[in-house]
């Protein structure tokens, strides 16, 4: 499986866009990149997914150049609810392999 | 109900106790899996069920038995665990039943039960 490597953690204010962006060097032709976003003591939750180019859903965007080996999760003006650990994660079937996360904390 | 459910959402026991996790998936998916998360570590897979048939078993150690009797319903059974083990444990759900590369399987996770092992 692709290994991801994503900073550790970053500090943004409300209102702000925040990119995360996150490697995977060794992706596989059939792999998908998938981002997740945990609370404390939550689960983590699925934000967005995608396969090449950009994705948009009503959370976030996901930019992905033509080689793959990396991706951008886009947060349009975050707010204070938006604190959380992020994850980019390589999917291809079951085996999914959660890296630790980008600390997203978000100030007033 | 909805998504996915563990109980309980907390559990406090002793070493040479036998307790048991409970999850339900109210989703229809066909993959079910079990997760660690300790402090300040990454989620670790522990244990995956596709169609009620286990495939995946994350070198776990035989102190923790898991059970799919149904797509819908996993347990996590525990007994004579050590203080070590004590953290979240993350069920989830896939709506894929299929191991095959290139399958999109987002997964859908429950709130977690909080274990502490004295």
């Known amino acids: 499986l692709a290994k991801t490597t994503q900073p550790i953690s970053m500090d943004s204010y409300e209102g702000q866009e925040v990119n995360i962006t996150c490697s995977h060097n060794?992706?596989?032709?059939?792999?998908?990149i998938t981002w997740y976003q945990q609370f404390p003591s939550q689960g983590p939750r699925f934000i967005i997914q995608?396969?090449?180019t950009k994705v948009t859903n009503e959370v976030a965007s996901l930019f992905i150049p033509a080689d793959r080996k990396s991706s951008t999760l886009s947060l349009p003006r975050v707010s204070l609810s938006d604190t959380a650990v992020y994850y980019c994660?390589?999917?291809?079937?079951?085996?999914?392999?959660f890296g630790a996360g980008t600390r997203l904390f978000v100030k007033a | 109900e909805t998504g996915v459910t563990q109980t309980p959402r907390h559990l406090v026991m002793g070493m040479t106790n036998k307790k048991s996790l409970k999850c339900e998936q109210h989703?229809?998916?066909?993959?079910m899996y079990w997760y660690k998360q300790s402090a300040k570590k990454p989620l670790e897979l522990m244990f995956v069920?596709?169609?009620?048939?286990?495939?995946e078993n994350n070198s776990v150690p035989s102190r923790f038995s898991p059970e799919c009797p149904n797509s819908s319903h996993l347990f996590l059974h525990l007994h004579t665990l050590q203080p070590e083990d004590s953290a979240l444990y993350l069920c989830?759900?896939?709506?894929?039943?299929?191991?095959?590369?290139?399958?999109?399987?987002?997964?859908?996770f429950g709130p977690g039960t909080r274990l502490t092992v004295l």
């Open positions: 994660l390589v999917t291809g079937g079951f085996k999914t392999i």
């Open positions: 989830a759900s896939s709506q894929e039943g299929l191991a095959e590369a290139g399958v999109r399987d987002t997964q859908y």
């Open positions: 995608g396969y090449k």
């Open positions: 060794n992706i596989a032709t059939n792999d998908y």
């Open positions: 989703l229809g998916h066909n993959a």
């Open positions: 069920y596709n169609f009620k048939e286990q495939t």
